[in-house]
T-cell receptor, first 116, second 112 residues
């Protein structure tokens, strides 16, 4: 599937490194999301961008910094992460209508992150 | 914050039997309820969704029911097949309209 792509697919980083995750959607959507998926926990919403404006930020530590330069691209910049940040990071996109009614979210394949 | 509870956490059925997964939600403003299937090592994929203006929706072997009064919704899979084995997540939208609150997932195993 090529609707929502993410790079890299796997990442190992030390606690002092700086890295970035990239997400690209080819579906013409106007909203993009970052989720964290850890073992035995629900999918946790981290950030939402609608029309390139951040509309939700769910108390995520500042060591995670999102960037949405346009409606097709979303980045997650990582800095001084902790081992407990190791998880699968999923990007998703959707269309949001003017009345904010919800449309289906399509997920990317995820980036498997390991922080040593 | 809003909560979505999902049960059971694991479910094992024989091929051909039915499987039922149940979810409850707390936000009475929720009006969109998708179900996602995630196979091992793959991304979550939408399999069916329901909006609050209907009580039931069916797509071949998969059906979802919604009881807004009780704030619960269920996924029903009939005539299960081994390829139905996966983790299934329910979700409900939040009052902001943008976020989806997910359940913890149900690991379904269909044995031949």
């Amino acid at each position: 599937e090529t609707g929502v792509t993410q790079t890299p697919r796997h990442l190992v980083m030390g606690m002092t490194n700086k890295k970035s995750l990239k997400c690209e959607q080819h579906l013409g959507h106007n909203a993009m999301y970052w989720y964290k998926q850890s073992a035995k926990k629900p999918l946790e919403l981290m950030f939402v961008y609608s029309l390139e404006e951040r509309v939700e930020n769910n108390s995520v530590p500042s060591r995670f910094s999102p960037e949405c330069p346009n409606s097709s691209h979303l980045f997650l910049h990582l800095h001084t992460l902790q081992p407990e940040d190791s998880a699968l990071y999923l990007c998703a996109s959707s269309s949001i209508r003017g009345d904010r009614s919800h449309e289906t979210q399509y997920f990317g394949p995820g980036t498997r992150l390991l922080v040593l | 914050g809003e909560n979505v509870e999902q049960h059971p956490s694991t479910l094992s059925v024989q091929e051909g039997d039915s499987a039922v997964i149940k979810c409850t939600y707390s936000d009475s403003a929720s009006n969109y309820f998708p179900w996602y299937k995630q196979e091992l090592g793959k991304r979550p994929q939408l399999i069916i969704d329901i909006r609050s203006n209907v009580g039931e929706k069916k797509d071949q072997r998969i059906a979802v029911t919604l009881n807004k009064t009780a704030k619960h919704f269920s996924l029903h899979i009939t005539e299960t097949q081994p390829e139905d084995s996966a983790v299934y997540f329910c979700a409900a939208n939040s009052n902001s309209g943008y976020a989806l609150n997910f359940g913890k997932g149900t690991s379904l195993l269909v044995t031949p």
